[in-house]
């Protein structure tokens, strides 16, 4: 091979070739250090230079530098030829040297060898301090007797050296102390004997579970992927919401492999003074060291790690996601709980976008490229995190003073022992992980811990439900899970645990359907205040809530209502509150348009039963749906136009003779044509509904809180019933139904039918009469 920088050809058979200065440097030094100390005894005519010699030889240290010179002769002659004869640098390089070292680490341990490695050293040094002393000291013969008199030594001049050191020890040890005691703290050790959890013990995360198990099969053998010329992953980092079992998963990683369990604190690398975070780093990862070859490995766990992963923290303001105008919450009610998922999220990002805030990248995370990072700043505290990702790039670089003393000496360094340091990291804020964190080689693997589906809930449920006494059927259980979509392993243990006080407080110690229920609301929808409406008023949000329960339940086969409520929570008069059957991650455009006729069903039911009047309160429903109906009309291809208004560039929209006034206006139209058309729908259903509207709205006057199956027994038809009798999009299940969505199936008389089963003109028709006709006012 070729050395580039220098044009030479280098060998790789041979020694690299030293410079002159590392050759003659330490000679230099014995001839400087043994002429001076010749020179300080010959004084002619009395004592010659052959009698100083001779005077020399009889002292240890000029025995020492008479012995050593020759040995560094011969050591540099090896090096030369070393450096000229491949034959001789492999005998002595792989044959007696490298002979040498297979023996060690074929006889001893890793954690023997160190531990020998550390007492060796030491002696040296009291050796080389004896030798001073000898050479100092009087009345000591030799450096063994000069160390085993140290004490004495040291007390006949304690005075003296007291008084000297007194000040700068005093002065060092004050800022010393300090430090020391503001890196410590912050971490903590579990040993494997202490670790009782198991994968057993985490519930509702099996998939990630067994992704998780996966590196712990490495790091329990880890000679089969090392022996193949590959690595022990390194890191993991687990993310996702709060409560759904990142940390539990960690422990039970360390418990599975039998392993030291070391876990960090959040806040332990954040400190007042610069510098501590980096002590903290640099002693915790040399505990890591020692732990991993005193143990065969160690787990570490960050937890929150964006509070020390990132270069910086969040831009300025609160999280996204609340509202654009808070004042405006106490002129509407709590009008969107009855909306899917998907048409919240639509909601969201338009308050988001009315706040000012920029629509956060979600989907970066999808999978392992990670987009969108944060940063700027602080992170954990100044070079904390440049500490970390230096430690953990760096667990296989040769460390101690032993490898220093090699390198002076022109000697190979040893190789570092195999360090096995498995690192976990738990956050809910990816996206402010500094990418340099999350490169391979550092994190290896990134998981999402995300909500548990719903088999996970009822293996949840079911194991937190064995700690009590309860009376819930099997039935019961897996309803349950149903309609407690995106609850986490923690938020389904505190309902279990809210329920048994409820219990306890009636004197029982059987927890029941009805605890569990009240639990559940309790946690969702905060206690109520015990607001007392006057009359007419109760009577008013009673019509607006039960328009909302009865048009859900009519209409929506894929949701069902959770409870209904005119209590007034906070800032809330009332609500419907549903629950998707599915967790689905996508919704068509028949069932949103369903979504905005419960949205439009209080302004229905309001106008339906006051004489065409209605309350302030319609006005977050009239947001919801209209916010709705803009997304779908200008994103996603639901109206008349097929471009999407998210993706037109700006200099389309710039360009005279002002075409954003135009577009807009074509999408007010399309929008109030297309909420006009749903209005007058709902308002013709619940016409059709009325007596069951009103016995609702009683019903909810009577009780203030009322469940989805009170108001199904009241109407009497099951949850979706109007749209299951005429199918619309994606009503449909079957495989046939399928074939005919794609055009594949066709009727007895050779039409091609669409996927609702009904024939494309009537589609055609429903488009005719939304983009015809005018505003109707009811």
Known sequence: MTNVAEGKAVNADVRRRSQTWDRLKFLTLIVFVFGFMLLTRINPPFVTATDAIADMWQSNVGRFLMIV??????????????????????????????????????????????????????????????????????????????????????????????????????????????????????????????????????????????????????????????????????????????????????????????????????????????????????????????????HGGVVVFFDEADSLGSRGSLAQGGPPGQPADPGMSNLVCNGDLYLSSQALTMIDHSLDRAAGQEEPDRGGWINRVIMGMGGGGGGGGMGTLQALLTEISGLTKPRGISNKVRKALGMKPKPAPKYRIFIMMATNMPNVLDPALLRPGRIDRIYKVGYPTKDGRLTTFKGYLKKIEHDLTEKQIDDLALKTPYYSGAKIKDVVNEALILALRDDREVVTWEDIWKAKTLKEMGPAEGFEYVEREEFAVAIHEAGHAVAAHLLRAYADIDIATIERRGETGGFVSSIALEDRFTQWKSELELDVKVSLASLATERMFFGGDNSMGVGGDLRNATTVVSRMVGVYAMGENIASMAGLPQHALDQPPDPTERISSTLRGQIERRLQRLYDEVYQLLEEHKTSVYAVARLLQEKKTISGGEVAAIIGTESGSITTENPIGFAASNADSHARALGLAQSDAGETRMGNGQVDATTADSETDETGGGVEDH
């Open 69 to 294: 010179f020759p040995l560094e002769v011969l050591r540099q002659a090896h090096y030369l030829l070393s450096e000229r004869s491949a034959g001789y640098h492999r005998l002595w390089h792989e044959g007696v040297f490298g002979g040498f070292e297979r023996q060690a680490q074929k006889r001893f341990k890793p954690w023997t060898r160190f531990r020998l490695g550390r007492y060796i050293r030491i002696a040296i040094y009291l050796l080389v301090l004896g030798t001073i002393l000898d050479y100092f000291v009087a009345d000591v013969s030799n450096p063994v007797e000069a160390i085993i008199n140290l004490p004495r030594i040291a007390a006949r001049n304690l005075q003296q050296y007291f008084i000297f050191l007194m000040y700068p020890v005093l002065l060092i040890s004050q800022f010393g102390l300090l430090f020391w005691f503001l890196s410590r703290g912050g971490v903590d050790t579990v040993m494997p004997e202490e670790i009782t959890t198991r994968y057993a013990d985490v519930w509702g995360q099996d998939h990630v579970l067994d992704l998780v198990s996966e590196n712990v099969g490495f790091l329990e053998k880890p000679d089969e992927i090392e022996e193949k010329g590959g690595y022990i992953p390194g890191g993991m980092l687990l993310w996702g919401p709060p409560g759904t079992g990142k940390t539990l998963m960690a422990e039970a990683t360390a418990g599975e492999v039998g392993v030291p369990f070391v876990f960090v604190d959040p806040g332990a690398f954040i400190n007042m003074f610069m510098g501590v975070g980096i002590l903290k780093v640099k002693g915790l990862f040399r505990k890591l060291r020692k732990l991993s070859l005193r």
